[in-house]
């Protein structure tokens, strides 16, 4: 998948700009504040229907503003042009469109455009809690398996019903906490098993880009915890009722789970250098970029965000070297310095646009 052009009006601090881009690289280059990480952002909206940087749509639109749109123009891996298109005014429901058409449902939209960023909000996957960690597993498997995401989405609402019935004042209606038990078990099992299969494909590619990155004799581990493992998911919930009805809420379940993320057989967290956790990030994000690949037969769009920094020169070049190959596409990439990106571009053979981001705006530097 390619994104051709895009135009963008009025999203958070860019307001206006029209991009002609390059099947392979195109680096963003400017100061601090200007702007770069909002362009990836809204190309990465145009695919996922919503932001990487904050939860609230009305936030994006520029201050001062109405209203915010952007237009992508595709080009699939079979050569098909596509058209998705997105926009928001304040007070009313973001649209959606796919060649001018409306979506019945947004998660229509979900997968047509894969994409997969990487950025240093990514370090919340080894620092942040095991939300960041599900969050990962979740965005990349509903990507490509829709029946997924529509399970973890009646996951989520049969879990929100019981523990409203948890905290509620009144006495548990048996049935329908029965009922609601059902769902929730029977959705569950999908969750865990579509989470299961994924990370075990997943280790292997990430294991092999993280030795090729780092270049040295390091261990990395990724395994997954679900207390599904520990057998009948609605007997757990039936056994657990009267300890979630005194804590308000359901302390078991696949919204529990979380992956264990190790170097040299201890955390990640606890032992990792800056490099190491930064690497290990990289390769974490590409094995999901090559994943994508193999499961939806589009080549994803790939964003780097600022991914350079606590990074010696090896690794940074090991990196080059590797999304610049045949393996992946075409490539987003920021950076505040323009020596910097200068280097990474005398070391593609492919072609290229270097664009300079300003408080101005966005004009294009050179390109080949």
Request: glycine fraction near 6%; aromatic fraction near 10%.
């Given at each position: 998948m390619l994104l051709d052009t895009i135009s963008i009006l009025n999203y958070r601090s860019v307001s206006s700009a029209?991009?002609?881009?390059?099947?392979?690289?195109?680096?963003?280059?400017?100061c601090n504040g200007v702007g770069k990480t909002n362009l990836l952002d809204a190309i990465y909206y145009l695919s996922f229907c919503k932001s990487a940087i904050a939860s609230s749509d009305s936030q994006h639109?520029?201050?001062g503003e109405p209203f915010?749109?952007?237009?992508?123009?595709?080009v699939t891996d079979k050569g098909l042009n596509e058209e998705f298109s997105c926009g928001l005014k304040r007070g009313e429901k973001k649209q959606f469109k796919r060649n001018k058409k409306s979506y019945d449902k947004l998660s229509d939209h979900i997968g047509l455009v894969p994409l997969?960023?990487?950025?240093?909000?990514?370090?919340?996957?080894?620092?942040?809690?095991?939300?960041?960690?599900?969050?990962?597993?979740?965005?990349?498997?509903?990507?490509?398996?829709?029946?997924?995401?529509?399970?973890?989405m009646r996951y989520n609402r049969a879990l929100l019903q019981r523990n409203v019935m948890l905290r509620s004042d009144r006495e548990l209606d048996p049935e329908m906490m029965e009922?609601?038990?059902?769902?929730?078990?029977?959705?569950?099992?999908k969750v865990y098993e579509g989470r299961l299969r994924f990370v075990e494909r997943l280790i292997p590619i990430f294991q092999f880009f993280y030795k090729e990155i780092?270049?040295?004799?390091?261990?990395?581990?990724?395994?997954?915890r679900s207390g599904l493992a520990d057998g009948d998911y609605a007997r757990q919930l039936v056994a657990s009722r009267y300890d979630d009805r005194r804590m308000g809420y359901t302390t078991i379940g696949v919204h529990k789970d979380d992956l264990t993320m190790q170097l040299n057989g201890y955390p990640i967290k606890k032992e990792g250098s800056q490099g190491q956790n930064k690497s290990?990030?990289?390769?974490?994000?590409?094995?999901?970029?090559?994943?994508?690949?193999?499961?939806?037969?589009?080549?994803?769009?790939?964003?780097?965000?600022?991914?350079?920094?606590?990074?010696?020169?090896?690794?940074?070049e090991q990196i080059v070297r590797l999304v610049s190959g045949e393996r992946f596409g075409q490539i987003f990439i920021t950076d505040v310095n323009r020596d910097h990106i200068d280097s990474i571009l005398e070391c593609t053979d492919g072609g290229y646009s270097l664009f300079e981001v300003s408080s101005d705006g966005v004009q294009m530097l050179k390109g080949k």
């Open positions: 029209e991009l002609a881009l390059s099947p392979k690289i195109n680096c963003f280059i400017g639109i520029k201050h915010f749109m952007i237009q992508g123009a595709y997969v960023m990487i950025s240093p909000a990514d370090y919340n996957l080894i620092s942040g809690g095991s939300e960041e960690r599900r969050r990962f597993m979740d965005v990349v498997i509903s990507q490509y398996d829709k029946e997924y995401m529509l399970s973890l009922l609601v038990e059902m769902v929730m078990a029977e959705e569950a099992v780092a270049g040295v004799d390091e261990v990395v581990t990724l395994s997954y290990y990030l990289v390769a974490l994000k590409l094995a999901q970029f090559d994943f994508l690949h193999s499961c939806s037969g589009e080549t994803p769009i790939l964003l780097l965000d600022d991914i350079f920094d606590k990074l010696d020169s090896r690794r940074v």
